[in-house]
């Protein structure tokens, strides 16, 4: 029987009786870094990048998972192996953990730990709609700025893209574009964004997450000979693009065909961005960038 799985205080269990302290800061104050890790056909895509930001998480915030990453990355493979299938997301959790003294409020006496989670394989934006296309609304409200939270650090702080989802579905929209408060496109919850225009691929910089999906983008489009540019871009940019599309390890690539309910370009999903996502799964399909969970347990 397939399930979700998760690995807490030293144990894999199911994840409906994984269970946090009300009293951990993990629960009251969002003070937890994760990084999600998708696998197709048992294969782990890009773990050791996956790895590697989870890594620099951990290290700008201060917590100290108390596994090795050779060991995360067999527990991670263990998740997998115990739901049952094939094609998951597993999300892996730094935690601040308890308080030794619950009177104090110091988060360097907290006891730092480790939560994972595999679950089915889902799409942050519902497949179909993701591959007829999408009605994305460029919201009001603005992304948190770098300077209090670090975008770049994957972390549970979401009220403002919360707050941009609410809008976007008020709007009839089917997720939110956030911008900075400078007005610059930057992201939406749980993706990054990309225009094509002219036969060229811009993404925004700066206050966002940069995705692993959006790293193999550009590597994507280089192997199919198209320019790519990291750059400032502006929502009117978006607007009169000849496509777009989202990037997200839960989902990978989905069509965007209206913004503010607006046609994008001629209205359907692009070109460039079938012939993009079709070569993604076909070369994760191949095993491309991929470490398989039978490896890991072997190991």
């Not at 999600?36 to 050791?48: G, K, P, Q, V």
């Not at 809008?167 to 992201?187: N, Q, R």
């Not at 399909?285 to 398989?292: F, L, N």
Request: proline fraction near 5%; charged fraction near 25%.
């Amino acid at each position: 029987m397939s399930e979700a799985i998760a690995y807490i205080n030293d144990q894999y269990v199911p994840a409906s009786e994984a269970k946090v302290s009300i009293l951990e800061p993990t629960f009251t104050k969002s003070d937890v870094v994760y990084d999600t890790i998708s696998a197709t056909d048992r294969s782990i895509f890009r773990l050791e990048d996956h790895l590697d930001r989870f890594e620099n998480s951990c290290k700008v915030m201060q917590i100290t998972p108390p596994y090795t990453r050779s060991e995360i990355s067999t527990i991670v493979a263990n998740c997998i192996d115990r739901t049952g299938l094939d094609d998951t997301c597993t999300t892996i959790m730094g935690t601040r953990g308890p308080y030794k003294d619950i009177s104090s409020r110091d988060p360097r006496n907290c006891s730092n730990g480790l939560i994972v989670l595999s679950v089915p394989y889902y799409y942050v934006i519902p497949k179909e709609r993701a591959k007829n296309g999408i009605n994305l609304s460029i919201v009001e409200n603005k992304r948190v700025p770098a300077e209090s939270v670090d975008a770049r650090v994957k972390n549970f702080n979401w009220m403002d893209l919360t707050r941009g989802l609410l809008e976007s579905y008020d709007k009839g929209g089917d997720s939110a574009l956030l911008c900075t408060p400078d007005g610059k496109l930057s992201e939406g919850p749980g993706f990054n964004v990309w225009l094509a225009k002219n036969g060229t691929l811009k993404t925004p910089k700066g206050n966002l997450l940069e995705g692993i999906t959006r790293r193999t983008v550009f590597e994507l489009a280089a192997e199919i000979g198209i320019k790519t540019i990291e750059t400032d871009i502006y929502p009117d940019e978006l607007r009169e693009a000849d496509e777009a599309f989202t990037t997200t390890t839960a989902g990978a690539l989905a069509s965007v065909v209206e913004i503010d309910s607006k046609p994008l370009g001629n209205g359907a999903p692009g070109l460039l961005t079938s012939q993009l996502s079709e070569l993604y799964w076909k070369k994760r399909k191949d095993g491309w960038y991929g470490t398989h969970v039978d490896d890991l347990l072997e190991q």
